[in-house]
């Protein structure tokens, strides 16, 4: 203990020393109480003592020791065996004489169960029109150039300004309908090639067509043509569809109401947004009723019709239908010649309400819109001798598609 005490300084071995003197010692540090521990006792191993005294058990003999092994069989056997298990070979069957084509039952036509195919419509060849460098050129050669400098400002209401100035200028200087081409491509340009997304730019869109189409008195196909991809996809946008239709309806008084009926089956037929079909067939069936049946094209309008009639939303189907009935109005039942692609059930909602509906009469219908510029003088050229004014129950059914009847045509029906 002196040896761990050693060189503490005098006043902590003060303190050690009284501590010391008050610390009692436990009972098991008293000499007297102290015992040595008991010695171990040592292990006596009798494992090996024990298992000599106990018997291995003893195992039985093979079996067959000293028997002889049974002769093998010969393969002659085996194949008698085998024969005599296995059962007898049936009988081949007979065959049935093949079936005449004269006696087979002949059984009623019924809807194919494929569905309606989208239209293809062949664009009309409208030529190339100027590019939209040159549109840009003579835009900028034959309006204001503050009202030019307008649509490259980055905020969306000066470009706005921009659309009424134009449309202030195209009032006043009446421009050829080259110009007018131009100011479209030109639009298109400034607005990312339709791809705008700005609201307030996409309703000035909107705007300065019609406003060429209410102030113009002739335009060409192409001034139109050029933001069809761009009416079509925004006809179901609720903020846009009931001014883009009226659009429309007002450019079908300039380029001829078929030409806008196709342009909007092109782009509609393969649409995703249901609103976009929807409003697609309700813009169609304006045209039928304000123009009359050869307003529209009748294989494309009859197509498309089916096709929406097939889709998953109800609010299509609903549309769809108006288009039917608005094209049996006019054509009646030979509409339904051409609806064999179409599902049992589907066919029978529109022969319901095909049911409902009357026709007209012939001479019964009239427009309630009127062809001007080119637009009529191409419908003038198409039907010489005939007023535009016409309607008509049947209207023009020459569009409409035809169908070999020939094999149909039997002896009792000709009797």
């Known amino acids: 203990m002196d040896k761990y005490l050693k060189g503490v300084n005098p006043q902590k071995m003060a303190k050690i020393e009284e501590a010391a003197k008050e610390i009692k010692p436990s009972k098991y540090d008293r000499p007297e109480n102290w015992k040595p521990p008991a010695p171990k006792k040592p292990k006596v191993e009798k494992a090996d003592e024990d298992m000599d005294m106990i018997e291995k058990p003893k195992k039985a003999p093979p079996k067959g020791l000293g028997q002889k092994p049974p002769p093998k069989k010969k393969p002659a056997d085996e194949d008698a065996e085998m024969a005599d298990e296995m059962p007898p070979p049936k009988a081949p069957a007979a065959k049935k004489p093949p079936v005449l084509s004269s006696d087979r039952p002949k059984t009623a036509a019924v809807s194919s169960t494929k569905g309606p195919v989208a239209p293809v419509i062949q664009d009309e060849d409208l030529g190339h029109g100027c590019s939209k460098e040159e549109a840009i050129e003579r835009v900028t050669e034959n309006f204001s150039a503050g009202t030019i400098a307008k649509f490259e400002d980055a905020k969306w209401n000066i470009k706005c300004e921009g659309f009424t100035e134009l449309q202030d200028e195209i009032k006043e200087k009446e421009p050829s309908p080259e110009i007018l081409e131009a100011v479209a491509k ?29 102030n113009c008195e002739r335009i060409n196909k192409r001034t139109i043509s050029c933001g069809m991809s761009f009416f079509v996809d925004k006809i179901g ?72 009639a097939a889709h998953a939303t109800p609010n299509v189907r609903q549309a769809a239908m108006k288009l039917f009935c608005e094209i049996y109005k006019h054509a009646g039942d030979v509409i339904r010649n051409f609806m064999a692609d179409i ?71 000709m009797e």
């Open 186 to 214: 030109f639009v298109k340009a400034k607005m990312k090639d339709w791809k705008e997304s700005n609201i307030n730019l996409q309703k000035a869109i909107v705007a300065i067509f019609n406003f060429i189409a209410t």
């Open 237 to 308: 946008d609720v903020k846009l569809s009931n001014s883009i239709k009226e659009m429309l309806m007002n450019m079908s008084e300039l380029v001829t109401p078929k030409f806008i009926a196709l342009q909007t089956i092109k782009y509609a037929a393969t649409a995703k947004a249901p609103n976009n079909i929807k409003d697609s067939c309700e813009l169609l069936s304006s045209i039928s009723d304000e123009f009359g049946i050869s307003g529209i094209p009748l294989k494309e309008s009859i197509d498309f019709a089916k096709v929406a």
């Open 343 to 413: 599902k049992e059930s589907t066919l029978k909602m529109i022969d319901a309400e095909l049911n409902k509906i009357e026709q007209y009469k012939k001479g019964e219908h009239q427009r309630k819109r009127t062809v001007r510029g080119e637009a009529a003088e191409e419908e003038q050229a198409a039907a010489p001798g005939k007023k535009g004014k016409g309607g008509g129950g049947g209207g023009d059914l020459f569009d409409l598609p035809r169908e070999d009847i020939s094999k149909k045509l039997t002896s009792k029906l």
